[in-house]
């Protein structure tokens, strides 16, 4: 029977979930080094007992807990163990950094040795070897323990670290101790490619990047959302740019300029998200989630909500449940009719279309501002969020960058601009 994997994924770190008192009384030893590790237990944690002998025969023995690291801020570095002093610089132990070079058995060997050898027996327990648990002839050089992280705390320091510095870690240490829920949702086994996505600026890639390289859903949200926004002033620009001597487009183009940001959003993309038909099969995904969606939208609701009136957002709400979310479903059905209509040989598919597209302005626009204003009048978000992000309000922004992106209307007028910014600039 095949063995089940240790560590159960959560975003991309990972849960240890160990009975600790299967390792209690184990000892180990390694002579190269000069150390020996006894392992028992202390207020429910996993400590281990260090003994070194120096090569005059000097003998020290510390004591530590082992405490679960969850995750790291990028700002630390991952070279050397980092030692944690508290406000009277006494030492309370080291936070061991898990990446490849964090495995090398250098300085403070004891401690490295410590954290590897914890990782190692931890894989053989889940592993439900624990009859087997001991440490391979070749431990030295067979350092292949996945990124994660482990704090060493001095036993004596345990129950006061515990008590007084383990809940603010995060902000005094930029290392986590907390567990997020694991968030299920479906497993991607295909990606359809994308050709001809215009970023204008680097700024632009910038922030793709940033959404790409967190694990964090909301944070990944306001990267994606934050390459819309940056596009407010660079359109703007360019359309005074290459406007035409006259002073009336001029005096609009500044009017729309100082806008709020919902409204400059919201003709945004009813000038270069136009395919509304796609965006309405994505806005189908939030009916799974009426309860965060009724929250954020309506009870929370602002002036630029399109839907204020209960009712009519009750009729939006039946179409979008049902499925019709499109001109023919929504004209043909008065029980669907969520705005007035006109006929088809008088736009009225335009108008709708519009409306559609003003109604997923005003979506993203409060999502982002759930996600960023923490603060009485904005849905706080929690960790059980998250799915609502993934499954709906994420891939509803990720079609409306897709259009923005590749609208050729756009990519030709910022051309445009370039070129007489660079005629300007010579």
């Known amino acids: 029977m095949k063995a089940k994997p240790p560590f159960p994924i959560v975003g991309n770190k990972h849960k240890i979930n160990m009975d600790n008192s299967n390792l209690d009384g184990k000892s180990f030893s390694f002579n190269s080094l000069g150390l020996e590790f006894a392992l028992f237990q202390h207020n429910e944690h996993l400590c281990i007992k260090i003994k070194e002998t120096s090569e005059d025969g000097y003998l020290t023995e510390e004591e530590f807990a082992f405490i679960e690291v969850t995750s790291v801020s990028n700002k630390l570095r991952a070279e050397h163990p980092v030692e944690i002093k508290d406000e009277d610089n006494y030492s309370l132990g080291y936070l061991i950094i898990g990446d490849g070079k964090s495995r090398k058995i ?15 027996l931890v894989d053989q327990v889940n592993n439900a070897n624990i009859d087997d648990v001991n440490v391979p002839p070749n431990f030295e050089s067979s350092m292949t323990i996945e990124d994660r992280s482990i704090l060493l705390i001095s036993k004596d320091s345990l ?3 515990q008590k007084k510095y383990m809940s603010g870690a995060d902000l005094w240490g930029g290392f986590s101790h907390r567990q997020m829920n694991n968030v299920e949702h479906e497993i991607t086994t295909s990606l359809k490619a994308i050709s001809d996505i215009n970023f204008p600026t680097n700024a632009h890639k910038n922030k793709a990047y940033y959404s790409t390289s967190s694990d964090n859903s909301f944070i990944r949200f306001l990267s994606k959302y934050q390459i819309i926004e940056l596009m407010f002033d660079y359109i703007t620009v360019a359309k005074i740019r290459v406007s035409r001597d006259n002073i009336f487009e001029f005096r609009d183009l500044m009017s729309a300029y100082g806008r709020d940001d919902i409204l400059l959003l919201k003709s945004i993309l009813k000038d270069y998200v ?21 929250e954020i939208f309506q009870k929370h609701s602002k002036d630029s909500n399109p839907l204020k009136n209960e009712i009519m957002f009750g009729k939006f709400w039946e179409a ?16 669907l009719k969520f705005l007035q209509l006109p006929s088809i040989e008088k736009g009225g598919d335009i108008v709708f279309s519009h409306a559609l597209t003003n109604m997923v302005s005003y979506w993203i626009y409060r999502v982002r501002c759930s996600i960023a204003h923490n603060k009485i009048g904005e849905h706080i978000f929690s960790d059980t969020d998250e799915l609502f992000i993934i499954d709906a309000a994420e891939p509803l922004l990720d079609e409306v960058l897709r259009q923005l992106l590749t609208n050729t209307d756009l990519q030709k007028l910022l051309a445009k601009s370039k070129e007489l910014e660079s005629y300007l600039s010579n």
Request: aromatic share 14%; glycine share 2%; charged share 25%.
């Open 106 to 120: 250098a300085d403070l060997p004891n401690i490295r040795t410590a954290a590897i050898l914890y990782f190692l």
């Open 159 to 161: 129950e006061r670290y």
């Open 274 to 294: 136009q395919d509304s038909s796609t965006l309405a099969v994505l806005m189908y995904k939030f009916a799974e989630y009426k309860g965060t969606s009724f």
């Open 320 to 335: 979008l449940d049902s499925k019709k979310l499109t001109y023919a479903d929504v004209n043909a059905d008065p029980t």
